[in-house]
């Protein structure tokens, strides 16, 4: 698949964008050794290579749920900005 200067602003006008003309090239050549790269990869043979869903094959290890602090909510109140016994008060940021 080749990408062409005609292509190129085709695609700059479907998408609204300004493309000069010399930025317009630097784009076609981009896309073209892009699509030539994808080319290579499809000529790979992964008939028999297994799809990975991370390169680390490692599991998480469980551990339990556990509540280490009780009790703190007294301490958490008074981080707060503002007094307040009842919850946490944090500074208005939409106007």
Same mark, same amino acid.
Do not use: G
């Given at each position: 698949?080749?990408?062409?200067?005609?292509?190129?602003?085709?695609?700059?006008?479907?998408?609204?964008?300004?493309?000069?003309?010399?930025?317009?090239?630097?784009?076609?050549?981009?896309?073209?050794? +892009?699509? /030539?790269? #994808?080319? *290579?990869?499809?000529?790979?043979?992964?008939? &028999?290579?297994?799809?990975?869903?991370?390169?680390? $094959?490692?599991?998480?290890?469980?551990?339990?749920?556990?509540?280490?602090?009780?009790? +703190?909510? /007294?301490? #958490?109140? *008074?981080?707060?900005?503002?007094?307040?016994? &009842?919850?946490?008060?944090?500074?208005?940021?939409? $106007?």
């Amino acid at each position: 698949m080749s990408i062409d200067l005609k292509t190129i602003k085709h695609i700059s006008k479907l998408s609204r964008i300004s493309v000069d003309e010399k930025r317009a090239e630097k784009l076609a050549d981009d896309l073209n050794s +892009i699509f /030539e790269f #994808i080319e *290579k990869l499809n000529e790979l043979k992964t008939d &028999d290579v297994k799809p990975l869903t991370s390169i680390a $094959e490692t599991t998480l290890k469980f551990r339990s749920d556990e509540i280490k602090s009780k009790n +703190i909510r /007294e301490q #958490i109140i *008074k981080n707060s900005p503002e007094d307040n016994e &009842d919850y946490f008060v944090v500074p208005k940021v939409i $106007e």
